[in-house]
């Protein structure tokens, strides 16, 4: 019994998060609100960034009822000052960073004979570009610190074609998994892990706007998800924790899907009847 609970022990261990500081982007609502509060409950202290300050200051009062410090910081990560604005600001009130939750961007749909080159070239800043910056940022000091864990949220649009005008959105995100990628073979020997969230159709307010307008879309996205549902913010959860902890030690370089089942399923397969 003795030896069982030592386990135990050593498991919670591995995904404990305790005294450490995070940065996590988009924290206002949808993934990154719940990456953040995810954190916050396995031990970290926070730096939250968004443009919408009430969602913002709604996630650090859920944070700080969690017992943990949170820095809200008005940050748009589309502008190289404010990004390097906000990594200043950490390193004025936390002095280190141990995990990157890179998690906010731009996203906007136009047909590519149509799209404006000036538009697409502000896309792939805010995906693209932007998100680097944040990793070069997090990056130079986790190495200099001797590690630390950065989670870029990619897409299913940076690995595969989704079409219906994705394709200002799908070019920047398949920017985001190699950067992962080469990120990873860079650091990855100096201690620093790089990885990246996969997610298909997420419900947030923008996704919920898009189904009331269009009768037939959930039904669309739903016909490529085995799983029968789409996600849930919280969903991410889990899977954050483990990119951020210990518990995934050996685990770089991964381009991890989180889509119930999209990428796994064959374009003329048919998922199976839903519970």
């Not at 906000?86 to 004025?92: I, K, P």
């Not at 995100?173 to 996969?198: D, Y």
């Not at 490529?224 to 770089?252: K, N």
């Amino acid at each position: 019994m003795a030896g069982r609970f030592q386990e135990v022990s050593v498991i919670q261990e591995l995904f404990s998060l305790e005294d450490r500081v995070a940065l996590v982007t988009g924290a206002a609502q949808g993934m990154g609100r719940a990456m953040a509060l995810a954190f916050a409950d396995a031990g970290t202290d926070l730096l939250i960034a968004d443009i919408n300050a009430e969602g913002l200051n709604a996630t650090a009062n859920d944070i700080a009822a969690l017992g943990r410090r949170a820095l809200p910081v008005d940050c748009d990560v589309t502008s190289i000052e404010q990004i390097r604005a906000m990594f200043a600001q950490l390193d004025q009130e936390f002095g280190r960073i141990d995990v990157l939750g890179n998690v906010a961007g731009p996203g906007v749909m136009a047909a590519p004979e149509d799209i404006d080159l000036g538009l697409m070239a502000d896309v792939v800043l805010g995906l693209t570009v932007a998100r680097f910056c944040c990793c070069q940022e997090a990056g130079r000091r986790m190495l200099a610190a001797g590690g630390g864990s950065i989670i870029n949220i990619c897409s299913i649009g940076g690995v595969s074609a989704l079409g219906r005008g994705n394709f200002p959105y799908s070019v920047g995100m398949g920017g985001v998994a190699q950067m992962t990628r080469e990120l990873s073979a860079e650091w990855s020997g100096r201690g620093l892990r790089v990885n990246a969230i996969l997610p298909a159709q997420v419900i947030n307010p923008s996704l919920a706007q898009r189904i009331k307008a269009d009768d037939q879309l959930e039904a669309q996205f739903l016909s490529g998800i085995p799983i029968g549902r789409l996600g849930q913010p919280q969903d991410i959860a889990g899977l954050a924790v483990f990119l951020a902890s210990e518990a995934s030690a050996w685990i770089t370089g991964a381009l991890i899907p989180f889509d119930g089942g999209n990428l796994a399923l064959n374009a003329g397969g048919t998922p199976g009847p839903s519970a």
